[in-house]
């Protein structure tokens, strides 16, 4: 499985960015998909995640209510919706899908797409 981010860039506080994930490749072993971010000087960090299952959906505290999470089956797209956006939202965003072997899961990562929000 492949996976490429696109969406990042520069945007004012308050402002909104949409990121999207494309996954390809053996997708049907894709059992989740989710946004992790890393921050200069920080750990990476799960932002949310999205079940291919049930669409089950999990969101980072400091990113509830304003960041949503969806799915296009069809596309084997995530996407992730960002509003009202804060520089501590700044960071390198990538995209993360868990994907089921003969022998347990595998975790795949996409290459990250910079955001960058200006106070």
């Known amino acids: 499985v492949q996976l490429v981010e696109s969406g990042g860039g520069l945007v004012q506080a308050g402002g909104s960015l949409r990121l999207s994930c494309a996954a390809s490749g053996r997708t049907a072993s894709i059992n989740a998909m989710g946004w992790y971010r890393q921050a200069p000087g920080k750990q990476r960090e799960l932002v949310a995640i999205?079940?291919?299952?049930?669409?089950?959906?999990n969101y980072a505290d400091s990113v509830k209510g304003r960041f949503t999470v969806s799915r296009d089956n069809a596309k084997n797209t995530i996407n992730l919706q960002m509003n009202s956006l804060k520089p501590e939202d700044t960071a390198v965003y990538y995209c993360?899908?868990?994907?089921?072997?003969?022998?347990?899961?595998?975790?795949?990562w996409g290459q990250g797409t910079l955001v960058t929000v200006s106070s």
């Open positions: 993360n899908a868990v994907t089921i072997t003969t022998t347990g899961y595998l975790e795949l």
């Open positions: 999205i079940t291919n299952g049930g669409g089950s959906t």
